[in-house]
């Protein structure tokens, strides 16, 4: 019955894919349903449950609907066998994040290799397209050029690596949350996510950072050049990452210090605003700082 149900939900998660706005929620927990159908059943169920799903939702919808839906189905199937395997959280969260970062490229790939369709090009048109819109309402100064329009195009491509692992990332770490929950209710020892107090980044990271950041400062950043645009997304993933670091260091003071629970989530908010914030990860990371808190906790 809890099968059933739960292809009822991944039935109504493609559906609800049609309607605006509401569709931006839905599909961050579209793999939800399959990582715990694949995970409870065996896979000749798991098929038979999520194929009249498709079949359904195609009648509705169009064919056209079950990209979106296969596109979903390998890396919901890579954490159901992690799952199976009871394996830890932070190596099912790792590759989980990898198996959707390879679909994503793949899928730009087949877009552009065998549907003639360019990312690249609609993000450069569809920038074009919304300055002469603003121009025509006279909304941009009197300086705007051609020119900033065509440097706001570069960078935006420039930072389609960095946006592309942090949607694989986030993807990951929401069907991760969701899927746990909701299997620890049938499954024992489901493996969970270390505590936020435990976050720590390898001390090697440091030094990973200060070299990237340090190329970064002689770089070009005019450049299109593989070295630059590489440097251009690296070093803001890794302040995200030391941005974590940060927030898992508040907690565990917050636990130390006995704080209530709402104090290390409300630090966390400047610290995900404000980038340079980071450098409190990084030297947490450096430094065995956190050593002196537990001795006067």
Known sequence: M????????????????????FNMLTIMLLMVPYVILYTTLSTRSF????????????????????????????????MGQMYRKKASAPL????????ILFCLLAELLIFEGVLKQSFIDQIGEFVRSLVADLDSEHVLPKEWNSDYTESIIKIMIQSIPQAIILISFVY???????????LATSIEDIPTMPKAKDWMLPRIMVFYYLVVYILQM????????????????????????????????????????????????????PLLIFPPLSLIGVLDAAFPIRKSFSKSS
Request: hydrophobic share 65%; aromatic share 14%; glycine share 2%.
């Open 2 to 21: 809890k099968a059933v149900l739960w292809s009822g939900a991944s039935l109504l998660l493609i559906l609800s894919l049609a309607v605006p706005v």
């Open 47 to 78: 098929l038979l449950h999520l194929v009249p799903v498709w079949i359904i939702a195609a009648v509705i919808l169009g064919p056209s609907v079950l990209i979106i839906a296969l596109f979903f189905l390998i890396p919901a199937m890579v």
């Open 92 to 99: 099912i969260l790792r590759r989980t994040t990898l198996t």
């Open 172 to 182: 990951a770490v929401i069907t991760q949350y969701f899927a746990r929950k909701a």
């Open 218 to 269: 002689f770089a070009d950043s005019t450049s299109s050049s593989f070295y630059s645009v590489a440097l251009m997304n690296v070093v803001p993933l890794m302040r995200y990452a030391f941005t974590i670091q940060a927030i898992g260091f508040f907690f565990y003071i917050a636990h130390q210090r006995r704080w209530n629970k709402a104090v290390p989530v409300i630090i966390a908010i």
